[in-house]
């Protein structure tokens, strides 16, 4: 609803009447929707964590300011993906409804989970982990994808890659990562900290001196911590 280039309510199903047929595709002419979409599928399910095509560094409140279609600030936008999931033998069917607006400084976000029939406020409330039950966002992108990926996986060194970074996310190994990589940045930012503070006060004298020392020490503590997951899970 208002989403994108999308104004108002539209409304698609990606049922198959053959379950031997699992695969949707959707085609248009460029520029008609197809990759905002696709986009619309990850925002709904994964929120900020999504992987969109157009966010870049944006923060999120610019970011779903932009994606509200344009002239309908003072409706806001929302999205609505129900899907079918099986859990303890048992399928359920989920409908996750996201919708936002601009309410001046920020922007007003909420999440309603509604499962076979009933709204569950704690699915809601703990969505993000609900959904790693169903789809987790490590291999989101091997079934919600652009269609040019099949040309990628086609490819062995790049399907090597696409695959392995799936897994990654899979096991966890991104955020590793990701830690890895903010731990070795930190010791520049120590070092940016200290020469804003000056020389190193006397003793008595209140500063973060200690502070910086102190998280120096703990982060040589997660990186080796880090390696050595990394080594376990790979």
């Given at each position: 609803h208002n989403y994108s280039a999308f104004r108002g309510r539209h409304t698609i199903s990606l049922v198959t009447d053959d379950r031997s047929k699992?695969?949707?595709?959707i085609g248009a002419l460029n520029g008609s929707g197809k990759t905002s979409l696709l986009d619309a599928f990850h925002l709904?399910?994964?929120?900020?964590?999504?992987?969109?095509?157009n966010r870049g560094e944006l923060p999120?409140?610019?970011?779903?300011?932009?994606?509200?279609?344009?002239?309908?600030?003072?409706?806001?936008?929302?999205?609505?993906?129900?899907?079918?999931?099986?859990?303890?033998?048992?399928?359920?069917?989920?409908?996750?409804?996201?919708?936002?607006?601009?309410?001046?400084?920020?922007v007003r976000e909420t999440v309603d989970v509604v499962i076979d029939g009933r709204r569950d406020e704690l699915a809601a409330e703990g969505w993000d982990?609900?959904?790693?039950?169903?789809?987790?966002?490590?291999?989101?992108?091997?079934?919600?994808?652009?269609?040019?990926k099949i040309e990628q996986l086609a490819d062995l060194q790049q399907a090597q890659a696409i695959l392995t970074t799936a897994i990654e996310?899979?096991?966890?190994?991104?955020?590793?990562?990701?830690?890895?990589?903010?731990?070795?940045?930190?010791?520049?930012?120590?070092?940016?900290?200290?020469?804003k503070q000056g020389p190193k006060p006397g003793a008595g004298h209140p500063?973060?001196?200690?502070?910086?020392?102190?998280?120096?020490?703990?982060?040589?503590?997660?990186?080796?911590?880090?390696e050595k997951a990394a080594q376990e899970l790979a």
């Open positions: 699992p695969v949707v595709l709904a399910l994964y929120g900020k964590r999504a992987r969109t095509s999120w409140d610019d970011y779903l300011r932009q994606c509200v279609h344009a002239g309908s600030e003072h409706e806001g936008a929302a999205l609505e993906l129900g899907l079918r999931h099986r859990r303890a033998g048992k399928d359920r069917e989920v409908v996750v409804t996201r919708q936002w607006k601009d309410v001046g400084r920020t982990d609900e959904i790693e039950n169903i789809l987790p966002i490590g291999i989101a992108s091997l079934f919600l994808f652009d269609a040019e996310g899979l096991l966890g190994l991104d955020l590793v990562s990701r830690l890895d990589l903010d731990l070795r940045a930190l010791p520049q930012h120590l070092a940016t900290l200290q020469r500063s973060q001196w200690a502070l910086a020392e102190r998280l120096e020490a703990e982060a040589e503590a997660l990186r080796v911590a880090c």
